[in-house]
């Protein structure tokens, strides 16, 4: 049966190639800094986002995780968004883990924070009062219909937390699809911030592996962190090796997916029971409201049909368009969304 499976980019493949550089890999202890292709990929991804210094992790939660540890002492705060991932996703982490207090200021609906509430946020020097120490912002922000963040409202709040001695950190797990979106190097969009985040293993395919990036000293630091949560690996360059495929190629092509969800949203829009602004959707996840009782057995339906996504028991649906997505996937899911509806759950 022909599957569409638009559950999320995590689900994409490793491509041939990345599959044919996982082969030849060369390896080495990464733990005493001698894996010389996770080294590589280190080097070129801090060049890519214009930061000193980056270190290779698992996963998007891990890295959000260290860079949190990395940035704040235990009773810090650190100020994000009500609809960040970290908040929402990342099982309280920050506060589980890192004795770090979570404030939420809200986000838009262009996933934005007002830098006024960001402000207000901030706390003053009071004995009582936990201590500010980091802001939080998403590029795409994933809940806000992967909204991008431009390097002017990024420089914004870069200010507002340097000027009142907190970080700013950036969960980037698809900064490249907000860089590919505004047509802006990814350098400019994180050019004042202090941390960054990024998947490897979302739109870029690969099938493991994080990264975040920062100045030397911070890095250097995150380091320890990451050894204390049971992050550092060891011959690990046979997944790096896939982000170096990823890095040089499979960058440019994610517009293929932000123009296959876009001709899904549009596609989506003329189906009766359908509440959806494609205009709202800049990136690869496409959000829409299914305005129908019968949506559960809607939802089995389309899963028997081959289509995967959304969820049975919400109103809110969301479909990811990635490298296994092509345009006549969204045709084949047109279809057979516009029949399921009509034809009912
Ligand atoms: N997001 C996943 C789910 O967890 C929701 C998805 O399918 O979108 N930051 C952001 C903005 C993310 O969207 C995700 C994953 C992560 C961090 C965490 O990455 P992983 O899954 O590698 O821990």
Known sequence: MRIIDLRSDTVTHPTVEMRKAIAEAEVGDDVFGEDPTVNKLEAMAAERLGKEAAVYVASGS??????????????DEAI???????????????????G?????????????????????????????QPRTALICLE????RCSGAVLDAEYTEA???????????L??????IFNAAVALEAP???????????TFCLSKGLSCPIGSIIVGSEDYILEARRWRKMVGGSMRQVGVIAAAGLVALDNMVERLAEDHANARKLAHGLAEIPGISIDPESLPTNLVFFDVEREDRAELHAKLVERGVKGGSPDQKRWRYVTH??????????????????????G
């Open 80 to 98: 994000m968004g009500t609809e960040a991932h970290i908040f929402h996703n990342e099982v309280g982490s920050f506060s589980a883990l890192g």
């Open 139 to 142: 590029n795409t922000q994933n």
């Open 186 to 196: 990814v350098s400019e969009l994180v050019k004042d911030v202090d941390s960054v």
């Open 323 to 344: 490298y296994g997505i092509t345009e006549s996937d969204i045709d084949y899911t047109l279809e057979t969304v516009r029949e399921v509806f009509t034809n009912g």
């Open 100 to 128: 770090i207090n979570v404030r939420t200021v809200p986000n838009d609906s262009e996933g934005r924070l007002d830098p006024n509430a960001v402000e207000a946020a901030i706390r003053p020097d009071n004995i009582h």
């Open 62 to 75: 891990m890295a959000n995780l260290v860079a949190g540890l990395t940035h704040c002492q235990r009773g």
């Open 169 to 174: 950190h950036i969960d980037g797990a698809r």
């Open 157 to 167: 709040i870069g200010r507002i937390a340097h000027d009142n001695d907190a970080a």
